[in-house]
């Protein structure tokens, strides 16, 4: 299957749709993450707060893919974020994972009440120019934040992981990421399997392109040009998830379920502009 692939500001591509691994630990973390780069998958996304690089270098190396065509994605927790503990928290990373270098690694909150999401994208635009990431991106950052890395740093972060799905579908923000050319990847695409999953709008729509739910979802993010970051165990609901560009939502399709939207559409009321994650 080849995947299609959205550009960033600097030229570097990224798969449309990726691989979440939250939870997936550990020898069978391993083996799942390994079977989801074996079905196709080429954007593969942890943190170091998931406690599973581990799993996921192992995964790549077990996969018959080769290294060069998957991009490995970690992230930077909040108590980190003083520079010299960011250095040594990519270096951590890179050493977990058995792999000779990441290729995105992200501010993974900016903590704004803390205030050191400078000093730590600094950091990781240092690591970059070390050789131990190739690129540098953001998640959960807003228009202000991205604007203050860009300014103290020169350097446009390559993605910014936000939450968004169909009940938060984030339009200002997702405005923001195009107008400096950053990538808005979704992380809880399908709203943590809550019971979007299970609104009327979905299901016809769903029913329509005789596709699941999910896929349904799934494909309205890849037509608004956000990346989805799925997570999903077996085989069959891997493979599911990645059949999203064999059918096409019409425009009244992708207006209805942009029309779920909710004032309180956050899944954990994880506000960025307040939200810490250490």
């Known amino acids: 299957?080849?995947?299609?692939?959205?550009?960033?500001q600097d030229g570097t591509t990224i798969p449309a749709i990726g691989f979440g691994t939250y939870r997936l630990r550990g020898e069978e973390g391993a083996d799942t993450v390994a079977r989801a780069i074996d079905a196709?998958?080429?954007?593969?996304?942890s943190a170091s707060s998931y406690e599973n690089e581990g799993a996921v270098g192992a995964a790549v190396r077990r996969s018959g893919v080769a290294r060069e065509d998957v991009l490995v994605t970690s992230k930077l927790p909040g108590r980190h974020h003083a520079h010299d503990d960011a250095v040594r928290t990519v270096e951590e990373s890179v050493l977990r994972t058995g792999l000779d270098h990441l290729d995105l690694y992200l501010v993974h909150w900016p903590n704004p009440r803390v205030g050191?999401?400078?000093?730590?994208?600094?950091?990781?635009?240092e690591c970059r120019d070390r050789g131990l990431v190739r690129h540098v991106g953001v998640s959960n950052f807003l228009p202000e934040h991205l604007d203050a890395v860009i300014a103290a740093t020169g350097v446009t972060p390559v993605v910014n992981q936000v939450e968004l799905h169909p009940y938060f579908p984030q339009p200002l923000q997702r405005a923001a990421d195009a107008e400096r050319g950053v990538v808005t990847e979704a992380w809880s695409p399908i709203g943590r399997a809550n019971d979007l999953l299970r609104d009327p709008v979905v299901a016809q729509v769903a029913a329509a392109?005789?596709?699941?739910?999910v896929q349904a979802i799934l494909r309205w993010h890849v037509q608004l040009g956000v990346v989805p970051l799925p997570k999903a165990s077996s085989p069959e609901r891997q493979r599911e998830n990645l059949d999203v560009f064999s059918f096409e939502l019409t425009t009244?399709?992708?207006n209805a379920l942009t029309g779920l939207a909710r004032a309180d559409g956050?899944?954990?009321?994880?506000?960025?502009?307040?939200?810490?994650?250490l």
């Open 252 to 254: 009244h399709e992708m």
């Open 266 to 277: 956050r899944t954990n009321d994880q506000d960025p502009a307040v939200y810490e994650e």
């Open 1 to 8: 299957m080849t995947i299609p692939t959205l550009t960033a």
């Open 40 to 45: 196709g998958y080429r954007l593969i996304d």
């Open 116 to 125: 050191r999401f400078v000093e730590a994208y600094e950091a990781l635009v």
């Open 209 to 213: 392109h005789d596709v699941s739910p």
